[in-house]
């Protein structure tokens, strides 16, 4: 309101004596801001009654909605009542107890986390070796990976640290850096599972592996070496396996064609023996029973045998006298089969220079000559005769 009005009075708008003009907007006591607050106004837009049930509803709504929660499949929750375990839930609609009565943690249980870490140490003989190694691993109970310890993730790590420790240094150079070393890999992971539950974390480790186990910079270049030596030593195991496969079936196809033909052998000369054995028994069974016949038959038998194989050929002759007849042709073709076997002996015997030497050359021509002094020795004897 102005100070001066219409009249030239001069009004005091502090005065409370004087009276004061309404408000715009028509109705008494339209500017007091009183009149909203329950329970003071008689006829405000917003009784009293209304504005707490309002309020209760509003505050229902909010128990609701902190009473209900859905947990996705890939999690697990954790349930508090008054900051103490009460139950572990998994996916699904759960209901719980307003706050602060009970409280819901929720956890991702199905994702695979990772952790890396590097190491240095001293393998069994003594060499130096840095270690790369990668885990991964999910949370298995989540209590404990909420409660069980301080700082799962770290433990994890340090755990990690120990177990690689624990295995690569119970190894040797030539085993942690071969194709081999998965083994040594399941074993460390075993191995930190069992410190990790040790701990209390509510992991699981699903993987463990060290792919690049390396020397460093300082050790190189006799790490370079060795590894050199050991593809040779490779390449030379792989060339000693190829020519085992081409000898040994070459060596054993050998060894069984000896073993079959002595086997043979074997069975013919027991054949031959028993046939032997049963015609002398056939022989003493007839001499039991004839013996003159049996006598006679067996000179015979003896005589044809040695006739067969001599050179001479004993006939007769008209007169009754007996003649000797010499076979010229068997005669000289056996002569020289003889001179041609004597020549080859003299061959291989060494010449000696000394006094020896002399003889043996002797010896050499008399061999050469001894089968024309044989043949005229034989011509005269049949002359003679």
Sequence with gaps: MAWNEPG?????PWDSTQPQKPASGGGSGGGDWRRWLPGTGSGGSFPGGAMWGLAGALLLVLLLADSVRAIDAKERGVVLRFGKLHRVVDS????????????????????????????????KD???????????????????????????????????????????????????ISPRRREMEDNAKEVMQRLLDRYRTGLSVTELNFPNPRPPPEVKEAFDDAIAAREDRERFQNVADAYARKVVPEARGAAAKIRVGAEGQAAARVALAEGAASHFSQIAKAYDAAPD????????????????????????????????????????DRKASDAATI????????????????????????????????????????RSR
């Design 293 to 332: 016949v049996t006598r006679k038959r067996l000179l015979l038998e003896t005589m044809e045998d040695i006739y067969r194989r001599t050179p001479k050929v004993m006939v007769d002759a008209k007169g009754g006298d007996r003649l000797l007849y010499l076979p010229l042709d068997r005669m000289l």
């Design 92 to 123: 699904g609609l759960h209901f719980k107890l307003p706050r602060p009565f009970e409280r819901l943690l929720v956890v991702e249980t199905t994702k695979v986390r990772s952790s890396s870490n590097e190491v240095r140490m001293l393998t």
């Design 343 to 382: 020549e080859t002996q003299l061959d291989t015997v060494p010449v000696q220079p000394s006094t020896g030497g002399s003889t043996a050359t002797t010896r050499g021509t008399r061999g050469k000559n001894a089968p024309d002094d044989a043949g005229e020795t034989s011509d005269r004897e049949a």
């Design 8 to 12: 030239g009075k001069r009004r005091d």
């Design 126 to 176: 003594e060499n130096l070796i840095v270690v790369d190694f990668n885990v991964q691993y999910v949370v298995n109970d989540p209590y404990r990976f909420l409660f069980g310890s301080r700082d799962p993730e770290d433990s994890l790590r340090e755990a990690g640290e120990a177990a690689v420790r624990q295995i690569v240094g119970a190894n040797k150079l030539d085993t942690i």
